[in-house]
């Protein structure tokens, strides 16, 4: 039943506005964020920042919608959705992205099915 309801959507972890992690984050299941991460997020799910999330680090997902600010790296294996209100500073990999009018988007893209490339600092 858990994997039905995950396969579903209907199950999900959720960090609330006002919130705030320091760490890390590991989740078998989509994690939306509308508060603050200071740490790197790893989900096999979708991840979804909303318009007052934000997250400073790394971020590993299936799938990704950006409607807050990401600071750091993402690795999407599938998907990545970069709404109106939405911005990335930072380096991205991901199999396809999306980017609505309007959205803000300072770094580095590589896309397609390999893995991303290590960055060197």
Sequence with gaps: MA??????????????????IVGNITADSDFRV?????GDLNCTGKVVIGEAGKIKGTVSCANA???GLMEGKINCSQQLSLRTSGKIVGD??????????????????????????????
């Design 3 to 20: 994997n039905e309801k995950q396969q579903s959507g209907l199950m999900f972890n959720a960090l609330t506005a006002g919130s705030k």
């Design 34 to 38: 509308d508060g603050l991460i200071d």
């Design 65 to 67: 919608e950006i409607m």
């Design 92 to 121: 991205v990999h991901t199999k396809t992205l999306i980017v609505e009018p309007g959205a803000m988007f300072n770094g580095t893209c590589s896309m397609g099915t390999e893995k991303a490339p290590e960055i060197k600092k």
